[in-house]
């Protein structure tokens, strides 16, 4: 398998749909990336399933940055993206390119910034310095306050136009690939149709040129309700409880460890 560059990504667009997820550790990010998973980012999503927060919001640079050095150390192949955490890009265009740079330097390939039009000056100025950047349009979840909860956005025929528009603007800033979360399928398939550059769908539908997954809905490492367009793939919660459960049960019955076993 060949390392995935943003290159090989925008050129595999109408040709190859490709699965891309999240991952946090190196643990998992070596599971993926074996497994030929083209794209990991580390989302900020680690600050709901990893941190154990309501939003993304409280997720630091520093959390950010030492999630990718393990997910980059133990990605060979695949493509690793940086999810620039709220307050790391919105605090000045000058501190924004720092905290991208160290991303970069934290073994990222990429970084991810939340916004359209609004982002398009940080996200040139990003790519004219050798930062590839992948936009993110849609439902951008660092706007949760604003929106008064997670909500499907472009209902109607307005919004879908002004997100329209917001991934044009965002190509036309030097993005080298979109996200498209919670919009309606129409709209992706036109915005899919529109670009030039892919599009990674979470929550939008099969028209995409890729999909997103956060790992834990993907591996069903969470107890609670997963996301409506959410698939699982295993069910990696109820396996490792009951692992849990038999580990506590054989150590208090003396079954583990067994006799004559010491170090
Ligand atoms: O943080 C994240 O996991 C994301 C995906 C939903 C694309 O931004």
Partial sequence: MKKWTTAAFRAAKGKQKLGCCTAYDACFARLADEAGVPCILVGDSM????LG???????KMSETLSATAAVARAAKNALVVA????????CGD???MANAVACLQAGADAVKLEGGAR????????????????AHVGMTPQSVNSYGGFKKQGKTREAAEAILADARAVQAA???????????????????ADLAIPTIGIGAGPACDAQWLVMHDLLGLNEGPVP???????????????AFAQYVAEVASGVFPPPGKGA
Avoid: N, W
């Fill in 228 to 242: 409506s367009f959410a698939k699982p793939y295993a069910h990696l919660a109820e396996t490792a409880k009951a």
């Fill in 94 to 96: 000058d501190a924004a």
């Fill in 119 to 134: 982002v398009c000056g940080l996200i040139k100025r990003m790519a004219d310095a050798g930062i590839p950047v992948l």
């Fill in 53 to 59: 927060h309501e939003t993304t919001l409280p997720v």
């Fill in 174 to 192: 030097g993005a080298f690939a979109v996200t498209l979360e919670c919009v309606p399928g129409e709209l992706a398939a036109e915005i899919t």
């Fill in 83 to 90: 999810d620039m955490p709220f307050g790391s890009y919105q």
């Fill in 47 to 50: 600050g709901m399933v990893v």
